[in-house]
């Protein structure tokens, strides 16, 4: 048995679903009366977002006031074990209510048989809240930077030296949750340096995330992942991957992850910010799909816009400077922070040229945090999350 609390209360275990559970679990939903339905909508929202599947709800009284209807246009079923009109036909007959009172509360039920469930309004967690809801470890240990250093920039270091790269990390560390490695790109790569950015992750306290876009074979990505000179199972938190390989890559991805000391994770390609791209809808639904059902390796996406509900996926969006740019020469197409966070409540900016073209850099990336994260306060101070 597991129950959702309304609130993450502040001590103890901190969850909204209390309980014992795992992702995929099926549920039965159990309340006493329902009218409009929307408390058993709260509590699908709520169980749905924690991977907890719900097929059929049961009650003790239907009022007949629409509610089962309402709960059906979200595909679960409620069963009633007595309704309104039972009732008032067995207190009828063993004269508990007279002939007035009966046909008064027909006349009313009647003209009530449609109560809305308005349910635009529901909670937005927070990065503390939504890391306690995953089981994810990379996504959990994100969660928890985020809401520590009280960041949500993820700074591109696209560089082609590693004495750059090392003095970058130093000086934006403090700013950031997350550095995106192109590693392919250093000139000068040597394993004996990728220690030294390992300990200004832990110093600076972020995540590496090595940009590799994984597209082949099982086999292949194994061998890409974990060894050539770049070795990149040894140090990077997580990858990336393009979904168009299908479960394969995953699978050989998630084996070589299951094998390292340390956790690691990977996230999906679900749209680009590059211009005349070729991933369409489909491409993306079914990309979400796909890391919904290997939870325990994929916690997110590089996405333009926040594309699930489930609070326990990270949306992460590059192509975001102060200025919007429609595009590039070379089709990049730019968005701000603003619109990232709050008007597509992506979670996470990845900003490249726009810290590194600047004369200070540090205080660049400290302007871009301070602008992010603020557009994130400003989301979650309106405590919603659309149906």
């Known amino acids: ?70 709960i059906a246009r979200h595909n679960v079923k409620v069963h009633s074990i007595l309704k309104t009109s039972d009732v008032l036909e067995i207190l009828h007959k063993k004269n508990k209510i007279n002939d007035a009172t009966l046909q008064d509360t027909q006349h009313f039920l009647n003209k009530n048989k449609r109560v809305p469930a308005s349910f635009n309004e529901i909670k937005e967690y927070s990065f503390e809240e939504r890391g306690e809801l995953t089981k994810n470890p990379i996504a959990k240990k994100c969660f928890q930077i985020m809401a520590l250093k ?31 490695t192109h590693i392919d790109i250093l000139k000068d790569f040597n394993m004996d340096k990728i220690q030294s950015l390992v300990d200004l992750s832990i110093k600076h306290n972020f995540l590496i ?37 299908g479960s394969g890559c995953i699978q050989g991805l998630r084996e070589v992850a299951s094998q390292c000391i340390e956790p690691r994770g990977c996230i999906l390609i679900a749209q680009l910010s590059s211009k005349n791209n070729l991933i369409d809808q489909n491409y993306t639904d079914r990309t979400v799909q796909m890391a919904e059902e290997n939870s325990d390796f994929i916690f997110g996406f590089i996405c333009q816009k926040k594309l699930t ?23 990049q ?45 400003k989301r979650l101070s309106r405590n919603f999350i659309e149906k």
């Open 150 to 180: 009280q960041t949500n920039l993820c700074f591109s270091a696209d560089v082609d030296s590693f004495d750059k790269l090392l003095k970058l990390a130093d000086e934006i560390g403090p700013h950031i949750c997350i550095l995106k």
């Open 209 to 245: 995330f090595e940009d590799r876009k994984f597209a082949d074979i099982g086999n292949t990505v194994k061998s890409q992942y974990d060894g050539g000179i770049y070795k990149i199972s040894k140090w990077s938190n997580f990858i990336n991957a393009h979904s168009i390989a």
């Open 1 to 70: 048995m597991i129950f959702k609390r309304k609130d993450a209360k502040a001590h103890g275990t901190k969850n909204l679903i209390e309980g014992i559970y795992k992702i995929d679990d099926r549920c039965l939903i159990v309340d006493d009366v329902i009218t409009s339905g929307i408390s058993i909508l709260e509590t699908l929202e709520g169980l749905k977002q924690a991977g907890i599947k719900i097929s059929d709800a049961l009650v003790i009284l239907d009022r007949e006031q629409g509610g089962i209807e309402n």
């Open 333 to 377: 197409q730019y968005t701000t922070p603003e619109m990232a966070v709050f008007e597509n409540k992506c979670d996470v900016i990845v900003v490249g040229r726009g810290i590194l073209n600047s004369d200070d850099p540090a205080n660049m990336a400290s302007r871009y945090k301070i602008i992010a994260y603020d557009s994130y306060l």
């Open 309 to 331: 509900n489930n609070p326990t996926f990270i949306h992460i969006t590059p192509g975001v400077q102060f200025k919007h740019i429609s595009e590039e020469s070379l089709g």
